[in-house]
């Protein structure tokens, strides 16, 4: 079977008869309904890239500048995307982070050693963007 003509799961959980079919496009991007739930959704739903407008090449070869740079600055000079823009799109590859290993590893053709340096990396940007907070949303200064 080919790959344009594989599914996507229903993404309700609970569903109890899923049946997915295409059901058009919207802007460009194949659309899909769930017979069983009445579900509408994008192929791109449960991804790193959902509800991205930016397409998957630019957003690969961002995080892949961060990884090698090991800065958003410079990412951010040589992509042209915003600082913040990138932070986001690194949040949302924590989020997903084993199938995204799978991606960085077979189609970027990674090491594991370079893996591990982009996962290192994220989790030193992620302490440092929740550094001045509590879990209680206080401010570092009310402890």
């Not at 823009?85 to 982070?97: E, M, P, S, V, Y």
């Not at 053709?109 to 440092?128: G, K, Q, Y």
Request: glycine share 8%; aromatic share 6%.
């Amino acid at each position: 079977m080919n790959a344009t003509n594989t599914k996507p799961p229903c993404p309700t959980p609970d569903c109890a008869a899923p049946h997915v079919v295409r059901n058009g496009t919207l802007k460009g991007r194949q659309r899909y309904h769930c017979k069983g739930c009445g579900a509408w959704f994008g192929q791109t739903h449960g991804t790193p890239m959902y509800r991205l407008r930016t397409p998957p090449q630019e957003v690969s070869r961002a995080l892949l500048v961060v990884m090698r740079r090991g800065s958003l600055r410079a990412a951010e000079e040589i992509t042209g995307h915003k600082y913040e823009t990138i932070g986001r799109w690194l949040r949302l590859a924590a989020k997903h982070a084993e199938a995204l290993t799978e991606v960085l590893v077979h189609d970027l053709e990674l090491s594991a050693l370079e893996v591990d340096e982009f996962w290192s990396f994220v989790r030193r940007r992620n302490a440092t963007s929740n550094r001045g907070t509590r879990q209680d949303g206080a401010s570092a200064g009310a402890w």
